[in-house]
Each structure stands twice: as C-alpha cells, then as structure tokens.
C-alpha cells in the first residue's frame, strides 16, 4: 500500500457517520489523518474532535458560532472559518486528497461538487447529493480525476458485488431493506403512529433525518435514486426487497442468473472502512458477522401502497429532470414538519406528492437550476402546508 497517509477532510464530523469515520481513522493512525472537520452546530463537539485529531483546519457552517470555536482552540495552531462558502472551499485544499460528505441534506451538492472539480476522491455518504444533482454529477466526474466511493452500506454492498466483474453484465441490482419499524402496520395504523414511533429503528443507530426516512422508506427511494447515479442502471432494473434482519446489504443478479450478495454486522464501520481503505481490505478489530446467531434471514416484497414515498422516488428517476430534486426537498420540509409536530408521519406522502404536481420538471438542469428549483420547492412545500391539512 502507499506509504503516504490517506489526508481526509470530513464535512459533518460531529454526526453519526462523522464520528464514525473519525474512530476509523484512530483505528489506523499509519494510514489515515483528519485534515479538516466541519460541522454545522455542534460547536463543542468540534473543538473537542480537533483537540484529539489535530486537524490543519476546522469549519463550523454558523457563522455565529466561528467567536466561540476560536476561543475552545485559542491554544492550538488550527485554522478556523465559518459559513457554507468556507465548507466549499475547504474541500479544494492541496493537503487534503479524500472528501468524507457526511453531512445531512442538500447541504452536500455544493462542496461536493468543488470536491469533483478538484480531482478529490470522495467518500459518500450523503445521499441527498446524487438525490438531487446526480445528472449534473455524473457529468462532472466525466471531466475530472475524482472517483467516488460509495458508504452507504447497500451501495458499498453493490460496488464490492461488482468488483472484477463486467459491470455490462450486471442483470440487476437488488436493494435490501429493513423495512423500518412499521414494516408489519396495517395502513390504518400507520394513521397514528408519531415522531418517536418512527425515530426508533430497529437495527441501525443514526442521525434524525434518516431514521425518518427510513420509516417512510423515502431513505431506500432515495438510495435507489442513488443507485441509478452510481452504477448507470435505470429504474427497472433496480428491485427493492425488505430484508428486517439487515445483514444482506445489498445485491448483483448476473446475466447468467447468480446472485452475488454482501453480508456484514449493520454497523456503518464497516463500510466506512472499506471506503476509506479501498482498494484494500483493512482487518477489523470489531465482532464480525456470526450467521449461526440469525438463524434464518428473510426476504419480501415491499409495500409501496402503504409506503407511496417508495414509488414516488421510482416515478421521480423515471420522470428525470429535476424531479428528484424537487421530491428530495418537499421530503425535507416534511421531515422537519414532523420532528416539529406540525404535520402527521402518515400525512408526509401526500404533501411530497402536492409539490411534485405543483411544480413543472426541468430537462438536465445545470447547478443555478437546481439551486432555484430546490428553493422554490421547499417554499412550495411550506406553503402547502400552513394551507392544507395534511
Ligand atoms: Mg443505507
């Protein structure tokens, strides 16, 4: 392996999968180094990070925030910045190579976007990104050295399936899914669960906004959106199956019919590690995967009659344009609806689907096109729901 360390800026480090990524790196001190850590508000938390890792720079998004990070550090050579041009920039660095994207939400389109035109490997994790820009993306990467990685544990599952293999030869990508924690509700049950209901996921700890999503299956709409980006393969040949014991990530069906899957704890270190050490395997000091304590793993169909945001993101790859852009920021405004009380989890679904028909699809939208259409969905969707009862 390359002797020189592996120089990695983590933007959102002071959430799930930047902690996550941050114990990696103290896993292999040799190989890796935290150059720059970001975060949107958890100040302390930053500063407390940048004491252990020793970063070059820190970012915090609030611009607020910046005296105060200034003053935890006052004793330390690191440079400190804040707002979102700040995170931008911070990604073209010459002493960083790896860009881990983890913060949440369309925040991600931006730097990751600066990251590709400065040939940075990027590590993604977050979705939202290809969610909403992914055409504009794909053709970037076109144009520059940067390659991604994926982290997301399913399509870190289909990258390694492919892996020595014809990617033309690929029949079909199988998504699994948990399913979340409404898999076995009726949808008249569905009609009354809450936040708290659906902020408890049965087999993965992580951030607020994907727990949710993960209950209203838009994170595995999402992901298979994410799919198509990744791994050029259209809608139809991507299969969504509900797997609640989470231990098949993902999968690749081949033209000669076998299935290629990977299995593993559901334990985001896992893929963050094969990311970050690609294409090497790192030997993990973690409990591995014991299939003799499962038992029996299990396959269905999802329901996308009791989960609509499921065939919402299908008819949004289908529809192309900036409809996955629109969809992604209507479901922003009704996630955080819901974590306020301001709207029902079973309500969510139909205010996404009002402002998907409230607002016209653009063709191969540059980046001020998605930036303009990403506000005026989101301004779209708040109005929607002051006025109507969702
Ligand atoms: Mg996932």
Redesign the pocket.
């Given at each position: 392996m390359n002797t020189e360390k592996r120089k990695i800026a983590i933007l959102g480090s002071t959430g799930s999968i930047g902690t996550q990524t941050l114990d990696i790196i103290a896993e292999y001190p040799d190989l890796f180094e935290a150059t720059v850590l970001t975060a949107r508000t958890q100040v302390d938390a930053l500063a407390a990070q940048a004491r252990k890792f020793r970063p070059h720079m820190v970012v915090i998004a609030q611009p607020e925030l910046e005296s105060r990070l200034r003053a935890l550090l006052r004793d330390l050579p690191i440079e400190v910045a804040s707002g979102p041009e700040a995170i931008e920039r911070c990604v073209t660095r010459e002493d960083i190579d790896t860009v881990v994207t983890a913060m949440v939400g369309y925040s991600g389109l931006a730097p990751t976007l600066r990251a590709i035109d400065h040939d940075k490997l990027i590590a993604l994790a977050n979705?939202e990104t290809l969610v909403v820009g992914g055409e504009l993306i794909e053709r970037k990467l076109r144009e520059s050295r940067s390659h991604i990685i994926p982290v997301?544990?399913?399509?870190s599952a289909i990258f390694q399936c492919l892996e020595g293999e014809d990617s033309r030869l690929a029949h079909k990508i199988i998504l699994t899914a948990s399913g979340g924690p409404f898999r076995t509700l009726s949808k008249e049950q569905l009609n009354e669960v809450t936040v708290e209901d659906a902020l408890r996921h049965p087999n993965?700890s992580m951030g607020a906004k994907?727990t949710i999503d993960?209950a209203s299956m838009m994170?595995?709409g999402f992901?298979m959106i994410e799919a198509h980006w990744l791994f050029g393969c259209p809608s139809g040949q991507i299969e969504v199956v509900v797997h609640p014991q989470s231990i098949v990530?993902s999968m690749v069906q081949f033209k000669d019919g076998s299935i290629k899957a990977q299995l593993g704890v559901p334990d985001m270190h896992l893929p963050i590690r094969y990311a970050l050490g690609y294409p090497q395997r790192l030997p993990s000091t973690q409990p591995y995967l014991q299939l003799k304590q499962y038992g029996k793993l299990t396959f269905e169909a999802p329901d996308m009659e009791k989960f609509p945001l499921l065939r919402m993101a299908f008819e949004a790859i289908d529809a192309g344009g900036t409809a996955p852009c629109i969809l992604n920021a209507a479901n922003e405004i009704a996630v955080a609806a819901l974590l306020e009380k301001r709207i029902q989890f079973a309500g969510m679904p139909g205010l996404v689907a009002a402002t998907l028909d409230a607002i016209p699809i653009t063709a191969k939208p540059d980046y001020e096109t998605l930036i303009a259409v990403n506000a005026e969905a989101r301004a779209k969707a708040s109005a929607l729901l002051s006025s109507l009862q969702f």
């Open positions: 979705k997301d544990s399913e399509h993965w994907v993960s994170n595995k992901e990530h």
